[in-house]
């Protein structure tokens, strides 16, 4: 229900820092998205992450980080590209992947950025029992941030509000 909820959350406040009326099918398809996929992804994935480097040390912390980054983070941003534009009402997985092809190396910049920093805390900081609800709540601003880039990247035909949605973490 979190990411649900978060997911939901961050779109909303992407689309009204936009100044633009908030469109509740974006931030539907975005809360479908969190708890669909998002929320059990990210509690398998924090799970196999600390089976695999167990604790704090630096090492650890330096590999989790590393694994997300080479591993997840490119197969969660597809995913997610490709999810979003299956849930609109007006695309297809089609329309999913030339997205991909398009925004991922931009996205995954960005991506990059954030969760590395915010990594940094989740792997050194946070008991794993509560990864999945920090990194949650670090979404909403890596959302809201997304949103605001793949919002605005988009041509003005392709960003209406049923095809405008973010990147996922």
């Given at each position: 229900a979190t990411s649900t909820l978060i997911f939901g959350l961050a779109n909303?406040?992407?689309?009204?820092?936009?100044?633009?009326?908030?469109?509740?099918?974006?931030?539907?398809?975005m809360m479908v998205y969190?708890?669909?996929?998002?929320?059990?992804?990210?509690?398998?994935?924090?799970?196999?992450?600390?089976?695999?480097?167990?604790?704090?040390?630096?090492?650890?912390?330096?590999?989790?980080?590393?694994l997300d980054q080479l591993?997840?983070?490119?197969?969660?941003?597809?995913?997610?590209?490709?999810?979003?534009?299956?849930l609109s009402a007006?695309?297809?997985?089609?329309?999913?992947?030339?997205?991909?092809r398009s925004e991922l190396a931009a996205v995954f910049r960005m991506h990059t950025s954030f969760w590395c920093a915010a990594h940094l805390v989740t792997f050194s900081l946070v008991p794993l029992e509560y990864r999945v609800?920090?990194?949650?709540?670090a979404n909403i601003v890596y959302v809201a941030l997304l949103s605001a880039m793949t919002m605005s990247s988009r041509p003005a035909a392709a960003a209406a509000p049923d095809s405008r949605a973010p990147a996922p973490p």
């Open positions: 909303a406040l992407s689309q009204a820092a936009e100044r633009r009326a908030v469109d509740a099918a974006t931030v539907a398809r969190g708890a669909a996929v998002e929320a059990p992804l990210q509690h398998a994935w924090h799970n196999a992450l600390e089976h695999a480097l167990p604790g704090a040390a630096a090492a650890a912390v330096a590999g989790k980080i590393a591993l997840m983070a490119p197969a969660q941003l597809t995913v997610f590209l490709t999810a979003l534009a299956v007006d695309s297809s997985v089609f329309d999913g992947l030339a997205r991909v609800l920090w990194s949650s709540c």
